[in-house]
């Protein structure tokens, strides 16, 4: 009987997506208020979920869709770094990933749930 490899959520990182999910940026508590409870066209989303060693921000299992905010880090080179890394690997695994900056969250979010819209894929759930 073969092994199976868990990637999605994997226990020791369970502490740290808590720790995450209840510190969160003002900018992840702004975007979670309109995507949570299937507020985005019907879709679920799950916030601080694991994908291999990477912990994403936002993500919509039925769209495989990663919804990351950038903030301060992620303009510096190492933050670009990590940044195409963890977006490759992300990709390998079929799942794609959006990024927006936290200002645009703030000053312009409807424009930021209309981009995650045009990343749908799959049939509107409803």
């Known amino acids: 009987m073969g092994f199976k490899k868990i990637i999605y959520n994997v226990p020791y990182l369970k502490a740290k997506r808590k720790v995450l999910r209840n510190n ?39 769209e495989r869709l990663c919804i990351e905010l950038d ?25 794609s990933v959006i990024r927006f900056r936290n200002e645009e969250v703030f000053n312009s979010l409807e424009s930021v749930l209309s981009e995650i819209k045009r990343n749908f894929t799959t049939p509107d759930p409803s």
């Open 24 to 62: 969160g940026t003002p900018a992840e508590a702004t975007l979670w208020k309109a995507l949570s409870n299937k507020k985005l066209k019907g879709r679920k989303f799950r916030r601080q979920y694991s994908a291999g060693n990477y912990i994403l921000d936002f993500y919509c299992p039925s």
């Open 71 to 95: 903030g301060a880090y992620h303009f510096t080179e190492a933050g670009y770094e990590y940044d195409k890394e963890r977006t490759k690997y992300l990709e390998n695994l079929n799942i």
